[in-house]
């Protein structure tokens, strides 16, 4: 760590976050295996093309998103600076992502003549969708974007956290509502009738929960939050004494 002794690492924290990733990555190759064997793969300029939106909302706004949250308990003695890059690059990569999948649902309605956003899941894809872009942008404002002042940046940074974890909760939520609406046009009467599908599916909906419960978990564990840095130290010094008349020799 710059300016001191680096911070030890909580003992548990890594089988934890490895733990994460080992429920992210079965979560994305089992909605790939779903979508393969039950629902034909994907292929953009075709039937198939729908297929491509769950695949990339799991990867995009589930997977790459818990990930970028989970950046500042796992590289807890980098740079500060090298951290917000990571964090900002992986909720890029999300994002473009995610659009690819929305692209890729509006196109196929387009090509079929159905309704666009009637059902509950795709008010709350769409709901998502911008709260997350709006949370990059104004992130990418506050806390990656030169010249930013420290006094909003503080006073932001609550926001940002708070807003960050909801987003990604109801990313999950909208994830889960998708998969059950996916099932009942698919197998219709047959889901009641324990059709191997339906019970894959009910597992990677299991996969979701508790992939988003392993990332907030580590997230709300306040001994595991990265800790300030020496440069971090002054700064939040050097705000409390133009906020509150103090000085470093006060206390």
Known sequence: MEGGAAASTPAALPYYVAFSQLLGLTLVAMTGAWLGLYRGGIAWESDLQFNAHPLCMVIGLVFLQGDAL????????????????????????????????????????RKKGYADLYSLHSWCGILVFVLYFVQWL?????????????????????????????????????????????????????????????????????????FGGAVLYILTRADWKRPSQAEEQALSMDFKTLTEGDSPGSQ
């Open 70 to 109: 989970l950046v500042y308990r796992v590289f807890r003695n980098e740079a500060k600076r090298t951290t917000k890059v990571l964090h900002g690059l992986l909720h890029v990569f999300a994002l473009v992502i995610a659009l690819v999948g929305l692209v890729a649902v509006f196109d196929y309605h």
């Open 138 to 210: 104004v992130g990418f404002s506050f806390f990656l974007f030169p010249g930013a002042p420290f006094s909003l940046r503080s006073r932001y940074r609550p926001q940002h956290i708070f807003f960050g974890a909801t987003i990604f909760l109801l990313s999950v939520g909208t994830a889960l509502l998708g998969l059950k609406e996916a099932l009942l046009f698919n197998l219709g009467d047959k889901y009641s009738a324990f059709e191997p599908e339906g019970v894959l599916a009910n597992v990677l909906g299991l996969l979701l929960a508790c």
